[in-house]
């Protein structure tokens, strides 16, 4: 990192690597997941949407490069994007039969610009034969896997209802590492019954695998899930913005720091969230985030002897 840069960004990855600005672009497959189709349970993780934490366009009939197109149109105008990485978001994107799964990330892949593609999905959603799948494309492309694990505590995996377990998660790794796969891993700080120091335990155990990528997610919740009766009932209480940044600062600190931030916060949508509101204020949390790195003079890694040795 350079000296004034307080943690490895997204862009700053992509700029050292393709030399210009790339940007991800979110795919809806209309895949499922095994906690909404009866194969581990029905409607999700308990903070889920109906979306699967996606965009919706299968729903309104885009085929995949229709949605690459009309992001790439956006994503050029606003970022001045001139590469993209085509990223499968919603919902499990390997839990479908392998002719499928192919079929999408070739027509993905088949678009112009695209560098890089991007999966997410579950650990226990991943085999040797998928994998081998994926890594086919990595003598092409830059490809990335993301996921989702969201804490370290089987305790909390299980009362969200997840539908894996940690142990679940070390497999997926793994049978992943040593494939030329980028491993990026998601995680939710705030989740029910967790305190600070379980979340800096799962980033303490995270800086300790050999993983590429991580995507911060604060708990919001939303309009129709079990975490909105949770939360009305007076069984949840989502964390402040304060607590939030100052967490957020202090799992930086212990993140190995050649690990690659994605993403620094959670994204509602207006219409769907409950709470906190907070979240709607993303340019004012983020800024908040930066302005706490400056004022305590501390950056990734900070209070972390582990380097890369993977």
């Known amino acids: 990192m350079k000296e004034k840069e307080r943690y490895y960004s997204?862009?700053?990855?992509?700029?050292?690597?393709?030399?210009?600005?790339?940007?991800?672009?979110?795919?809806?497959?209309?895949?499922?997941?095994?906690?909404?189709?009866g194969t581990k349970g029905k409607g999700g993780c308990i903070y889920c949407n109906p979306y699967g934490s996606g965009i919706g366009a299968y729903a309104k009939g885009m085929s995949i490069s229709a949605q690459?197109?009309?992001?790439?149109?956006?994503?050029k105008k606003r970022f001045k994007a001139k590469k993209f990485v085509a990223y499968f978001q919603s919902y499990c994107n390997t839990y479908a039969p392998l002719p499928r799964l192919k079929a999408?990330?070739?027509?993905?892949?088949?678009?112009?610009?695209?560098?890089?593609?991007?999966?997410?999905?579950?650990?226990?959603?991943v085999n040797e034969e998928i994998l081998c799948l994926i890594e086919s494309y990595t003598d092409r492309y830059q490809v990335w896997i993301e996921y989702g694990l969201q804490s370290i505590h089987n305790r909390t995996l299980k009362f969200i209802h997840r539908g894996h377990s940690y142990e679940d998660f070390l497999r997926a790794i793994e049978i992943t590492v040593g494939r030329n796969i980028l491993?990026?891993?998601?995680i939710i700080l705030g989740l029910p019954g967790e305190k600070k120091e379980d979340m800096l335990e799962t980033v303490d155990a995270l800086s300790k695998l050999p993983i590429h990528g991580i995507k911060f997610h604060h708990l919001y919740v939303v309009k129709g899930t079990p975490m909105e009766k949770l939360y009305l009932e007076g069984k949840y209480r989502p964390l402040e913005q304060g607590e939030f940044v100052d967490i957020l600062v202090c799992c930086l600190e212990r993140l190995r720091?050649?690990?690659v931030v994605q993403r620094l916060m959670g994204d509602p949508k207006p219409e769907e969230l409950v709470t906190p509101e907070w979240s709607l204020e993303k340019r004012q949390t983020l800024n908040l985030i930066y302005?706490?790195?400056?004022?305590?003079?501390?950056?990734?890694?900070?209070?972390?002897?582990?380097?890369?040795?993977?």
């Open 10 to 37: 997204l862009n700053a990855f992509f700029k050292k690597v393709f030399g210009c600005r790339v940007h991800k672009i979110p795919l809806d497959a209309g895949l499922t997941c095994p906690t909404r189709n």
């Open 68 to 75: 690459i197109e009309q992001w790439k149109i956006f994503s």
């Open 104 to 125: 999408l990330y070739d027509e993905a892949l088949s678009c112009n610009d695209i560098v890089g593609l991007s999966i997410g999905t579950r650990p226990d959603c």
């Open 183 to 186: 491993i990026c891993v998601h």
């Open 257 to 259: 720091e050649d690990i």
């Open 291 to 310: 302005k706490t790195l400056e004022e305590r003079d501390t950056w990734q890694g900070k209070y972390l002897t582990l380097k890369h040795v993977f």
